[in-house]
Structures are given as structure tokens and as C-alpha cells.
């Protein structure tokens, strides 16, 4: 499993509910709607084609539905009324932005793992990975020693960590010895991203059961380096993400 059909994706991709003509959406939203339309849409558009040739990766198309532009609803656990009445008042008004959280969400579902769309070495990576998560992470429960432990791991496989912080997550960047394994043949980081990675994907499952959020390698186009980053699960609501209805109801 490398990725979504790029067919299915690009459908999806035309199907983007444009916003209305006027500023209505933009003046309720803080603009965010306007944004996404714009360079966000245009940037995901050009990576749709450059995965369809094979010249991206689902991690790139994925970073980018990551950072799409947001209108905030909460300021972390904490909601903020007046931003969530004015999205119930812009979805009552314009059916648009309704419909463009749930195309969001659509395309984080195609774009994000689907453990049942595993092949069985990725899920055997997958349960080696969580197997691994149950002694190194064993008795840890705050994102600062869940990060220690799993630098040890990064260096214990040949990773060069080149740089941490902190701001909010704890976050590592790091030069990676595999990216370019089986390039040749797989293509750059896909051997590295779509198959190894997998055992990542069982410390993110361990992890996620545990209440903290591991951002696993990710931001390697274009770099010699990758990062990932560690947190509480976010309590965070943020349009498109979080459907008005949704909003509504709470």
C-alpha cells in the first residue's frame, strides 16, 4: 500500500466546494475559507499531479491537508463562544462550509492509514512496532520522557538527531540513513516512508491508546532532515476540521 488510488484522490480533489463570490464566508471566517481556495488549494492541486507521476509521496499530501488553513474554536481545551457562533452563522448562511469540512474530512480519510488496506509485511511492521511501544515506552506518561525514550530508539537504529525542541510539542528533527534505500528501484523515501515507517505506526497506535499524540517522521521533501513531535492529545477544534454541526450541537 503506497498511497490512495490517485484516480479516487483527483475526483475528490475536483470536487472542492469553491466559496461563494462575495466576502460573506471570508468576513465571518477571518478569511480562512478564502485562503484555502487559494495557495492552499492551488499547492495541493500541483501535489495530486506530481503523486499521480509518482514523483510525491502520500506523507507530502498529507503534511499539506495538515496545514490547511484554520479558523479556531477553542484555545486548547477552552472554547471560544463568539468563534463558534460565528461558524454556526456562516454555515446557516453559506451551505459551502458545511460542505468543505466534510470534503476535508473525506480527504483525510483517503490521505491517513486505513490499518484494513495493509499488506501483511506492512502490518507485520505495524505489530512489530507495537509490540517494541510495550518496553520502550513502559511505565512513561508525559510527553517529555515518551520523547527521551524514543530519541534513544531513533539513535539506536543509526538516526542522527541534529536538533529538539519545545514549544508546545516536543519535537525532534533528525537525519534519517535510510531515506534513499532502495531509491533506485522504489523511488526517493518511498521504501523509508510507506514501508518502514510502519513501525512507527505501531508506536503512534501504543502511544494514541495512552492519550499522547506521536507525530511520526514526517517533512522530508525537499531535505536532507525529517522531524516528528510528541504531545498530550489535542483537545483543539478548528474549521474545517471540526464539522458545524458538530459546533452546534456542543
Not at 43 to 60: H, K, M, P, Q, T
Not at 122 to 128: N, P
Not at 223 to 249: G, M
Amino acid at each position: 500500500m503506497a498511497g490512495p488510488d490517485p484516480k479516487q484522490l483527483r475526483r475528490l480533489i475536483d470536487r472542492f466546494p469553491q466559496p461563494p463570490d462575495d466576502d460573506r464566508a471570508d468576513d465571518l471566517l477571518d478569511g480562512a475559507y478564502g485562503r484555502m481556495a487559494g495557495e492552499w488549494y492551488d499547492r495541493l492541486y500541483s501535489l495530486v499531479d506530481a503523486y499521480a507521476g509518482g514523483d510525491a509521496l502520500r506523507e507530502e499530501l498529507l503534511v499539506h491537508a495538515e496545514a490547511v488553513p484554520a479558523f479556531r474554536l477553542s484555545d486548547g481545551a477552552a472554547p471560544l463562544p463568539e468563534r463558534r457562533r460565528r461558524l454556526t452563522e456562516a454555515a446557516a448562511e453559506l451551505p459551502e462550509i458545511a460542505e468543505v469540512a466534510v470534503w476535508y474530512s473525506d480527504l483525510r480519510d483517503l490521505l491517513e492509514d486505513d490499518p484494513d488496506d495493509l499488506t501483511l509485511v506492512e502490518r507485520a511492521l505495524h505489530d512489530f512496532g507495537y509490540a517494541v511501544a510495550h518496553g520502550l515506552f513502559l511505565g512513561v506518561s508525559a510527553p517529555e520522557t515518551v520523547v527521551r525514550r524514543l530519541r534513544f530508539a531513533y539513535r539506536l537504529v543509526g538516526v542522527r538527531i541534529d536538533d529538539t525542541a519545545s514549544d508546545g510539542a516536543e519535537r525532534t528533527t533528525f537525519t534519517c540513513p535510510y531515506r534513499d534505500l532502495g531509491a533506485g528501484r522504489c523511488g526517493k523515501r518511498w521504501l523509508c516512508h510507506e514501508k518502514l515507517d510502519r513501525v512507527d505506526d505501531g508506536y503512534v497506535t501504543y502511544l494514541a491508546e495512552r492519550g499522547i499524540d506521536y507525530q511520526r517522521p514526517r517533512g522530508c521533501a525537499g531535505s536532507e532532515q525529517c522531524y516528528s513531535a510528541v504531545a498530550r492529545e489535542s483537545p483543539e477544534r478548528w474549521w474545517p476540521k471540526t464539522l458545524p454541526a458538530a459546533v452546534s450541537e456542543s
